[in-house]
């Protein structure tokens, strides 16, 4: 079980990498070729954000969601 500090260091580096992946889908919008290698790029970082949520919503439970949109909100 991790300790509160740990908790926090954790869900601090689950929402950074979310926007990081976010950003990144946000830049192959317009960086990648058109077509499908753009679209599996995008798809990608779409379901890393998945997994992360589903990481963050182990440490944080259901407000998990509301965290991440405030996140994305920042960025």
Request: glycine content about 8%.
């Amino acid at each position: 079980m991790l300790g509160a500090q740990e908790q926090r260091s954790e869900v601090a580096r689950l929402l950074a990498q979310i926007s990081e992946e976010y950003e990144a889908a946000q830049r192959g919008l317009s960086g990648l070729s058109c077509g499908s290698s753009q679209h599996a790029f995008i798809t990608t970082k779409m379901e890393n954000m998945g997994q992360l949520h589903t990481q963050l919503q182990s440490i944080v439970g259901d407000v998990a969601i509301a965290m991440i949109a405030e996140q994305l909100n920042n960025c």
